[in-house]
């Protein structure tokens, strides 16, 4: 069962996805994050027919983001969907979400990371643009080699947004 929240932060209303696999309990420890999508976010969720308003379900996550959001959180607890994307995009996902808070690296790095260096930084680009978690899954935090910022499917000001809230330093654009 496909489930959805709307959730207020500084970067405008999260639209929040999951799922509840089926036998699983009524609690929300049963729901697996699906998408958490920013407002006007290229290839963000939007809500369809037949998805059930669950914003309980969520309670544990919104109150996670908004420890984020008020510098009291620095790390994630959230349990993830399985099932989505391709064997590579999982893997450069994964590598995200081994950047520590605060901290940034870049596309080459990631791409090194996962065993795509030199040509594979474009694939690795294109995997991390299709990540469906932004903020949960740390996006935000892979920059240019220069220092800039580069794309981010929920535009560059968030992206400088959130890095700062983490006090990240932010150079070139």
Known sequence: MTMYARVGSP?????LVGERPAGAAGDASGVAL??????GQKGGSAVQD??????EA??????QLAAYFDGRLTRFDIKYADGVGTDFQRRVWKALDS???GETVSYGHV????GSPGPGVRAVGTAIGRNPLLIVRPCHR???ADGALRGYAGGLERKK???GLEGAPVTGR
Not at 50 to 55: I, S, V
């Open 50 to 55: 037949g998805w059930l308003h669950a914003p």
């Open 161 to 163: 947004q959130l890095l």
């Open 142 to 144: 892979v920059i240019g």
């Open 99 to 101: 950047i520590p808070y």
């Open 34 to 39: 699906v998408s958490l999508s920013l407002p």
């Open 11 to 15: 970067l405008g209303e999260l639209l």
């Open 58 to 63: 969520f309670a544990g996550i919104a109150g």
């Open 111 to 114: 791409a090194e990371q996962v």
